[in-house]
């Protein structure tokens, strides 16, 4: 082997050698707190004392489980991420219908109309939202984080729900008519059913968006109506303790689990992956 | 029992983009159980009309008939129209047999009707065993009969093929034309096949329509349009010619004129109706180009025989059943001819050749 050969392999192997390097410390990065948060919620002593815990024990998950505020959050939270999320992947899909398949005046306004509130901070959008539903009426806490969480899901159910809409051939809804169908009946029956992989990616997204969505709900609780992130930051003002560690592992669980189901159902790498649907050929 | 109409007919249809002509007036009508081919380049229009006969679009002007009724203005579902897509448009998620039941289910086929029906097109089409695969699990060949027997299936008036066998390769093209031709006349249906492929159109259809710029230029069947082409784009468009600028000079004969050109002599050529002295173009199809190695011997001295040059090969391509010459005769022109490959040796670059042909051989069209 020549000279200038090693010399060539021995910068391709340090290459290597840091790509592996930064990609490992990127995991280690994103997992290491992960993994001492669920190991803390676990810590058995009474006062919050230093890494690794001294004991074991399930204490922070009775408070949690015992404790009315966080269990009526957790069950708003539940609600208000299906509700929200139902009605963002419901109008993200025909939005991106819309922008897709069709040309109209105006088009390219009222696409980065709807990615707007990827730009508008929360905390404005939260307290605009908060003026507004006080103008029009809406005075029930439940209903307005509802639509404020929609809202801001939208922009990501529009995208993926474009991406993957994008890929399925306008001449499958031109069969389906030409065959007797209506223009809905070929959506319902042919387009929908093609981009499920995409609907059920962006349900995933505004689902986790949802649950840990703070900025513009704590504009819109109420005293009737808090969520469980709001309930956990405001206590965590008033006493730190390491039920928030717990309720950490609860939502850790939670995502796994929808991973899981997600996987089961379409594959997770056609959800993450963006191609999202089964090709015709 | 078939229905009692099973034709379209379409009269002055105009559609326009913006300031671009896509159909420029056509008008043209299909008979019961005919197949017949809108054939042009791409962008002459065919493939607008097809799309304004299933309703995708609509024509500003004229009036389209499907089975006797005004079609303009109806949606896509509100006719019965059959559409085969040059990509097939199969739908991926679903079996070939829910694919074929889709459009009876739409048409509202009556449900003990159906599997008689599913039974019958899956024989016609050979696709019994299949119903169960998805598409993407069958062969190019495979998918156009699903794509086919779905169109069929619900007995429409007219069936529209766009393209039909260009997203295929070129052995399965050749099986599938006689195949296809087969089927749709067994089921007698009225067919318009949208090509720019002059050989699947003359292959498949009982009658051609030959588009450009959004007319039709010519109609007719294959064996009118390619041997009497009447405008040097149909000439060129289907097949090829050598062609000759010149003039009808004087009459030789009952329908018989002597033709004169810029190094041609002693040409006598069949035109119907030609005037002295009118310009004309000649055209000569390679074919109709007949080669030998030498001159007759008594036509070598003294007057050369009528209608024959004497030239020199220099080029030979060997199709395997043809074999194509180029020519260069006397003045520079080079002339393609086109022989039978009869096992006999090629005739070698370089060579003399003679080259003839028949009077009636010719195509003249009006400068």
Request: proline share 4%; charged share 20%.
């Amino acid at each position: 082997m020549s000279m200038k050969s090693r010399r060539k392999r021995a910068i391709d192997a340090l290459g290597g050698t840091i790509f592996f390097t930064l990609v490992a410390l990127t995991i280690a990065f994103l997992v290491t707190p992960i993994l001492m948060v669920l190991v803390m919620s676990f810590d058995g002593r009474e006062f919050l004392g230093p890494f690794p815990p001294s004991s074991f024990s399930l204490q922070y998950y009775e408070s949690l489980f015992g404790s009315r505020v966080y269990m009526a959050g957790l069950k708003n939270t539940a609600i208000i991420a299906v509700a929200s999320t139902v009605i963002a992947c419901a109008v993200g899909i025909l939005a991106a219908f819309a922008l897709v398949r069709y040309k109209f005046p105006g088009k390219a306004s009222v696409e980065a109309f709807f990615m707007s509130p990827l730009i508008v901070p929360g905390v404005i959008l939260g307290f605009s939202l908060l003026l507004f539903y006080s103008a029009i009426g809406v005075l029930d806490g439940m209903w307005r984080i509802i639509f404020a969480h929609a809202l801001v899901s939208l922009p990501y159910t529009i995208r993926v729900a474009q991406t993957s809409l994008a890929g399925i051939p306008s001449t499958l809804t031109e069969a389906a008519m030409s065959l007797g169908a209506t223009e809905r009946q070929a959506f319902f029956s042919i387009t929908l059913p093609l981009a499920r992989a995409g609907v059920l990616s962006s349900g995933v997204l505004a689902l986790a968006h949802s649950i840990d969505e703070v900025n513009v709900s704590i504009f819109l609780v109420d005293a009737y109506t808090t969520t469980l992130p709001i309930a956990l930051l405001s206590n965590m003002r008033q006493q730190f303790d390491l039920t928030i560690a717990a309720a950490s592992g609860v939502i850790i669980l939670f995502v796994v689990l929808l991973i899981v189901i997600v996987d089961r159902l379409v594959g997770l790498d056609k959800v993450i992956g963006g191609g999202v649907h089964d090709r015709a050929r | 029992m078939q229905d009692k109409f099973r034709s379209i007919e379409l009269r002055g249809v105009t559609k326009r983009f913006g300031n671009f002509v896509a159909v420029n007036d056509v008008s043209f009508s299909v008979e019961r159980g005919e197949i017949v081919s809108l054939l042009g380049p791409s962008g002459c229009g065919k493939t607008t009309t097809l799309r304004m006969i299933a309703g995708f679009e609509h024509p500003e002007v004229g009036s389209i008939a499907i089975a006797g009724q005004e079609a303009v203005g109806l949606r896509p579902y509100e006719r019965n129209v059959g559409l085969v897509f040059q990509h097939f448009a199969l739908f991926p998620h679903m079996t070939v047999a829910d694919n074929i039941a889709y459009g009876m289910k739409h048409r509202d086929v009556p449900k003990e009707e159906r599997p008689a029906r599913m039974r019958e097109i899956l024989e016609l089409v050979k696709l019994s065993g299949l119903e169960n695969r998805r598409p993407s699990q069958l062969s190019g060949g495979q998918q156009q009969r699903v794509a086919l027997a779905r169109a069929l299936v619900t007995k429409p008036s007219i069936v529209l093929l766009d393209e039909p066998l260009s997203a295929l390769d070129a052995k399965l093209r050749q099986a599938l034309q006689v195949e296809l031709r087969s089927i749709l006349k067994r089921v007698e249906c009225s067919t318009i096949i949208v090509t720019h492929d002059q050989e699947e159109a003359m292959s498949l259809s009982d009658r051609l329509l030959v588009m450009n710029a959004g007319r039709i230029e010519q109609e007719g069947t294959p064996a009118e349009i390619y041997s009497r082409p009447q405008t040097r784009f149909v000439a060129d468009f289907i097949g090829q010619s050598n062609w000759f600028s010149g003039q009808l000079k004087e009459q030789a004969g009952s329908n018989q004129w002597l033709y004169g050109a810029r190094g041609l002599s002693n040409i006598v050529v069949e035109a119907a109706d030609g005037r002295p002295s009118e310009k004309a173009r000649l055209g000569i199809r390679p074919e109709h180009l007949r080669i030998s190695d030498h001159f007759p011997s008594g036509s070598a001295q003294g007057e050369p025989a009528a209608n024959a040059f004497s030239g020199t090969v220099t080029n030979v391509a060997f199709l395997g059943p043809d074999i194509e010459y180029s020519i260069e005769v006397d003045d520079g022109v080079q002339l393609l001819a086109i022989e039978k490959n009869d096992n006999r040796g090629l005739k070698a670059v370089g060579n003399p050749v003679r080259l003839s042909f028949e009077a009636s051989d010719v195509i003249i069209l009006p400068e």
